[in-house]
């Protein structure tokens, strides 16, 4: 073998390690990858889960109020028809 040979069978050698290391990097950083992905899927099902539960709960607290703005109309009604019972 001449010098341009041994030359390029090195280099060829060295390239393809180098490309195969290179290789199983990037399978290592795309398994993180995923693994950052589905992280971040449970996170965003979670606040859904958790926006869900406020919003049954603001639903809940406007019908509690709702309820007692509809008790206290009822008092005031009872409370004008004794006072014109009274006033008669």
């Known amino acids: 073998m001449d010098t341009t040979q041994l030359l390029l069978t090195v280099v060829v050698t060295v390239l393809t390690i180098l490309l195969s290391i290179i290789g199983v990097q990037v399978v290592f950083i795309l398994a993180e990858f995923r693994k950052t ?3 971040m899927n449970k996170i965003i099902d979670d606040a859904g889960q958790v926006s869900g539960g406020i919003s049954h709960s603001v639903t809940g607290m406007t019908g509690m109020f709702e309820g007692i ?5 009822l008092v005031n009604l009872f409370g004008r028809k004794k006072s014109k019972e009274e006033k008669e």
């Open 37 to 39: 992905i589905e992280k």
């Open 69 to 73: 703005k509809t008790g206290l109309n």
